[in-house]
């Protein structure tokens, strides 16, 4: 898999020294929302400045109030958004707290070097490079997952400013498929059904089956409210379903399956979520 060309700052912090008296829990009224509304909260600045760094605030204030992604709650007690930078959207923040104990994340996602490998600088004001919340860790390697970056170096920064170099092997994501630009969008080794050997036999459908999912993905990226993005993945999930049972047993299964895919485009090209 080709490692982006991207760099990753990682801020991580308490925002006092005792975490169990700290119950930070008005981040939780933005849950499914987007970032912007987050970061729109007069609270949030003081929030921020008390859990980063502070050579690192600017940069995640400023990647927050960009285009949006969804917040994201869990468990009622993790909370966890990002943004991109505003005209600079190579560039995202993340931003995570355990609302229970004011233990917080954030994260600047930068444009890697001449090197062409990106970089993953942690940080925190008291929290040791050796003690990163389990919770903490899942949502950082989710939110790189689902930008597709895999760090080639990893740092640790303190509230000082300074940095060691952690293993980067530890913040590795799992190889993924990546589809060729002829498609289809899933590995054709894997074929196991009629419709998916179909689609791998038959360049036209191959290339039809990588737009719609190419659609599908920058329809997901650009909405910021997470029911929407639900909706938009059911939808999809409906579709897949109803054109595995029409197609299926055809005996013109190509041309069924033709018909289907440009159907789907086009009802996605109009789709509007439900609100």
Aim: with cysteine; proline share 7%.
């Amino acid at each position: 898999m080709r490692i982006a060309r991207f760099s990753v700052i990682l801020l991580l912090a308490f925002t006092a020294t005792d975490p169990a008296k700290t119950t930070v829990s008005w981040p939780l009224q933005y849950r499914d929302r987007s970032a912007n509304e987050f970061i729109w909260d007069k609270k949030t600045p003081g929030l921020v400045k008390a859990t980063v760094p502070r050579k690192m605030v600017d940069d995640v204030l400023d990647g927050l109030g960009g285009p949006p992604d969804p917040v994201y709650v869990k468990d009622n007690r993790y909370f966890s958004t990002s943004a991109c930078v505003s005209h600079a959207c190579m560039s995202k923040s993340f931003y995570w707290l355990d609302t229970a104990r004011g233990v917080a994340l954030a994260a600047l996602l930068l444009d890697a070097g001449d090197d062409g490998v990106s970089t993953l600088d942690l940080g925190s004001r008291t929290l040791s490079r050796r003690h990163i919340p389990a919770a903490a860790k899942a949502a950082l390697m989710a939110w790189m997952a689902d930008l597709n970056v895999t760090p080639g170096r990893v740092s640790f920064m303190d509230a000082s400013g300074r940095r060691v170099l952690l293993n980067a092997a530890d913040f590795l994501q799992p190889e993924t498929f990546t589809p060729s630009t002829a498609g289809p969008s899933f590995d054709c080794r894997r074929a196991a059904t009629p419709v998916e050997r179909s689609i791998c036999a038959t360049p036209e459908l191959a290339l039809l089956d990588l737009k719609l999912a190419t659609l599908v993905a920058h329809m997901r990226h650009g909405d910021p409210y997470l029911p929407d993005r639900q909706q938009l993945s059911l939808v999809q999930r409906r579709w897949l379903r109803s054109r595995d049972d029409d197609c299926g047993t055809r005996p013109d299964i190509a041309a069924c399956l033709k018909a289907s895919y440009d159907s789907q485009y086009d009802q996605l090209m109009h789709w509007k979520p439900d609100r």
